[in-house]
């Protein structure tokens, strides 16, 4: 059961440092498991990260490399060519199922769900109309599903209230047979949003607020990915992280419940650090934990995330790791597990032995790039880690340098005290970059 946050940043959660909610099943899952301090998403936004997710390749060699909208509803679809990890667990005979945002292929072509190795699909499509939490529709499997408690401005079905039950349902009915449960929440992308049972827990905490104005009925863009107005943001956004947590303890309980918890691995993490949007205030909430930057930065605060193993009589207990790992490393981990050969080609290495407290293979480095904002890349090799920005204005441009050892916070750059380390970095970043025809990189345009 692989459970993905969206913007969740690392310290929006209790354990990791969060002092104005509580998230005590997320806290309980990992002082029952392992917590890996040093996990990275695939990307700074959605697409890319999950391609990462699935594919096993970081964002320099993965097939979606950015936020690419299809309209009238979806994304530029992963081809049908690439290998995912749900079609690799199906030839083990595993039964495969995503509820949630999907992202990577609009309905009904080569990069749907149901066409890239998942039996089941309930959720949104698409990442724009996923913004909105009470949407006119959402989809299961190929069948468009009409949200009828959500015609016109109405606000009686939260999409993820359904989903979660749908989620829920699948592990029911598949307890008995081999399963992967990919579960992609929303929550708590903006806008922000959570039904007022939720809310009112957090009023008089933060009251008096700012309301956020943002897109309402009169406009053509009301539930059509733009954000809506929210009075509270705050109050909403620790509402939503509130319910993402019981949603969580809900599915750990399911599995206790149906006696398959020992046979059963549960994975928690986020697609990328904390957002600015509809409403959010991530300094307010010390979303980056100290680290600095958001999401859409190559900084740790845009991509270094939580990731909670729990997994009884096989994980040991309030454990903690450093192994430094990614999300492209969860397809190689998943084929170990399930007992199949890892294709040779990608990037990331399984983590399996770090979970049962074996000695581990590291990485040589981790490789980003991130197109938006005029290209950026960054590498982490072994305690180092090189940020090089504004790409399409200069492609050789200067790489800052920075020591995680002692700088976190990428405060000091010491890129000209240690020339030896930029040349290593600069030579993985050309080696690891790929040209890829569907997602041109800004600098591209002066070298093709």
């Known amino acids: 059961i692989f459970i993905m946050a969206d913007d969740l940043g690392y310290g929006d959660l209790s354990f990791t440092g969060q002092k104005q909610f509580e998230t005590p099943n997320i806290d309980q899952l990992a002082k029952d498991g392992m917590f890996f301090s040093q996990h990275y998403s695939g990307s700074t936004v959605c697409g890319p990260s999950r391609s990462s997710l699935m594919t096993g390749y970081h964002s320099g060699h993965t097939y979606i490399r950015g936020n690419r909208e299809v309209f009238p509803e979806g994304q530029f679809p992963i081809a049908d060519s690439v290998l995912t990890v749900a079609e690799l667990l199906k030839t083990k005979g595993y039964v495969t199922g ?19 190795g998942f039996d089941e699909f309930y959720g949104y499509n698409c990442q724009r109309l996923a913004h909105n939490y009470y949407p006119y529709h959402l989809w299961n499997n190929q069948e468009k599903i009409i949200l009828e408690g959500n015609t016109g401005t109405q606000t009686n079905q939260y999409a993820p209230e359904l989903i979660h039950q749908k989620a829920l349902s699948f592990i029911e009915d598949n307890h008995q047979k081999s399963f992967f449960l990919y579960y992609p929440s929303i929550i708590p992308h903006a806008e922000l949003a959570a039904p007022e049972r939720w809310m009112e827990k957090y009023h008089l905490q933060f009251a008096p607020e700012q309301e956020y104005i943002g897109v309402d009925e009169s406009s053509p863009h009301y539930k059509n990915g733009w954000y809506a107005s929210q009075k509270h943001p705050r109050a909403a956004f620790a509402a939503m992280i509130r319910l993402l947590d019981e949603q969580v303890g809900e599915i750990r309980r399911k599995v206790e419940e149906l006696g398959i918890a020992e046979n059963t691995l549960i994975l928690f993490t986020s697609d990328n650090g904390s957002h600015w949007e509809g409403g959010a205030d991530p300094e307010f909430f010390n979303s980056s934990a100290g680290f600095r930057g958001h999401k859409r930065d190559l900084y740790e605060g845009g991509i270094r995330v939580p990731l909670i193993a729990h997994w009884p009589e096989t994980i040991l ?36 032995q770090t ?25 982490r090799l072994d305690n180092w880690k090189g940020v090089r920005l504004n790409m399409s204005s200069n492609p050789d441009a200067p ?22 380390i930029v040349n290593a970095i600069d030579s993985i970043i050309k080696n690891e970059h790929t040209h890829s025809k569907a997602f041109l990189f800004p600098f591209e345009k002066q070298i093709h």
Do not use: M
């Open 355 to 379: 979970l049962i407290g074996k000695p581990q293979k590291e990485h040589e480095f981790l490789y980003w790039e991130f197109h938006e904002q005029g290209g950026k890349q960054a590498l």
């Open 98 to 116: 995503v509820f949630g945002k999907w992202g990577l292929g609009y309905p009904g072509s080569e990069g749907d769900p149901n066409q890239q």
């Open 399 to 420: 790489i800052a340098l920075y020591d995680l050892l002692v700088d976190k916070e990428e405060q000091r750059d010491i890129s000209l005290e240690n020339p030896v």
């Open 317 to 352: 207990r309030n454990s903690k790791t450093k192994h430094i790992s990614a999300f492209w490393d969860f397809l190689p981990t998943a084929c170990e597990i399930a007992g199949l050969k890892t294709p040779k080609t990608i990037d990331g290495i399984s983590y399996y």
